[in-house]
């Protein structure tokens, strides 16, 4: 008679999808490929106002080179989208690629103010293409169950990037002002051609029987999920990408005065880790547990530390709500990215629909420096930080209903 064996451990219970799904090859290509970007972006970024300064202007001249860039993005949303339907993800994103390589290695020798200022905005154009496929791509090569996790990996390798690339571009700038863009543009350009090598191209459908048509705006509108993406993408490009940005250097200066840049230098920093590091352990969470909680937990966490950001009485305290902002930004940014991934699928182009997507938490990014500056000009830190957390409530509520759908094949 065999004998039974109650008492035996059960092996621990995993998920079947989730845990043993591999990430495919070609999204591995662009997760390395984003950080190269990533590095790029922080290679310039650093040196990019002193060196329109060195060409007799003013400070106002040299942010302008820097708006530029922001601006030609948007402008150039409204037509990355019908790029991306008629020639596809993969030619739209080597293509987008190429060109902000080609506008930095000219900024490299520009001569004058006017063509820097031009080139910047060829290269906002060349920026908005390369996002857009890359959206697409992510979509549409991420298989159903891992998109959470695969968007976490992805907005991960930006991170790092954009954490290293001041390190190595204050190393390269004493090469000279112009070094770092020329440096840029051989990095992109090994980028291109790893991607042009690696990168499949991808076909609009497996059903040989049928091609289904794009999906447009209107048809992305109907949907509940779409339109609360919509307005949590506004408030990430406003808080996260524009008002942190922008307003914490001006925090970090009012507690702590003349070390103001290294405590707001370091600020920014522990905010990248903590996306990071969230990003890292957490992007799967999503997968397993659904968008919406993941969305509703992470924008209420961060809408109460941004709250807080503005009254902090000194660095330390500055640091600590900064990492925790971090981690819950980490937590929330692969849910939305995959949450759009849900709504247009892994059959059609959503060219259009990420495009607008990406537009408005680029408008968000915009307007935030401007306004929580005069803001902050008129009532203090505590007013701008609140206004920041307002819009996460906003967005909030904009999931709060039961939006989020199941992943679409």
Not at 52 to 76: D, H, P, W
Not at 132 to 151: H, K, Y
Not at 196 to 214: E, H, N, Q, V, Y
Not at 281 to 294: E, H, K, M, N, Q
């Amino acid at each position: 008679m065999p004998r039974s064996l109650p008492f035996r451990r059960r092996p621990p219970a995993e998920d079947p999808q989730t845990d043993r799904t591999p990430v495919p090859q070609d999204l591995k290509v662009m997760i390395v490929a984003a950080f190269v970007i990533a590095v790029g972006y922080g290679l310039v970024a650093p040196v990019l106002p002193q060196f329109a300064a060195s060409f007799g202007v003013g400070a106002a001249a040299s942010g302008a080179v820097i708006s530029a860039f922001a601006l030609m993005r948007v402008a150039g949303a409204p037509a990355a989208g019908p790029l991306v339907t008629r020639l596809g993800e993969r030619a739209v994103y080597l293509w987008g690629l190429g060109i902000v390589a080609g506008s930095s290695l000219a900024t490299a020798f520009a001569p004058s103010y006017p063509l820097l200022l031009v080139l910047r905005g060829i290269g906002g154009v060349g920026s908005v293409m390369f996002t857009v496929s890359a959206m697409g791509l992510i979509a549409r090569l991420s298989p159903p169950d891992i998109r959470g996790r695969v968007s976490g990996y992805y907005a991960t390798a930006f991170l790092t990037g954009n954490i290293m690339g001041p390190v190595i571009g204050a190393a390269a700038a004493t090469l000279g002002l112009r070094a770092p863009f020329a440096i840029y543009a051989a990095a992109l350009a090994v980028a291109i051609a790893v991607a042009a090598w690696k990168l499949r191209p991808t076909s609009p459908t497996t059903d040989t029987g049928s091609i289904p048509l794009p999906m447009h705006i209107r048809e992305a509108w109907a949907r509940p999920t779409y339109r609360a993406l919509l307005v949590s993408s506004f408030a990430n490009g406003w808080t996260n990408l524009g008002a942190r940005v922008a307003i914490i250097p001006l925090l970090g200066a009012a507690v702590a005065g003349s070390y103001g840049a290294s405590v707001a230098g370091i600020a920014l920093a522990v905010l990248a880790a903590g996306a990071a590091i969230s990003q890292i352990f957490l992007a799967g969470t999503s997968d397993r547990i659904g968008r919406r909680p993941v969305m509703l937990t992470g924008l209420l966490a961060a809408a109460g530390l941004t709250a807080l950001t503005g009254v902090v009485p000194g660095p330390w305290a500055l640091w600590g709500v900064c990492l925790l902002t971090g981690i819950c930004t980490g937590f929330y940014a692969p849910a939305q990215q995959a949450a759009l991934a849900d709504v247009v699928g892994t059959r059609r182009s959503g060219g259009a629909v990420m495009a607008l997507f990406q537009a408005s938490s680029d408008v968000g990014q915009i307007l935030a420096p401007v306004l929580l500056g005069a803001v902050v000009d008129a009532a203090g830190f505590g007013p701008a930080f609140l206004i920041s957390a307002a819009l996460l409530v906003l967005a909030l509520l904009a999931w709060l209903p039961r939006t989020a759908e199941p992943a679409r094949p």
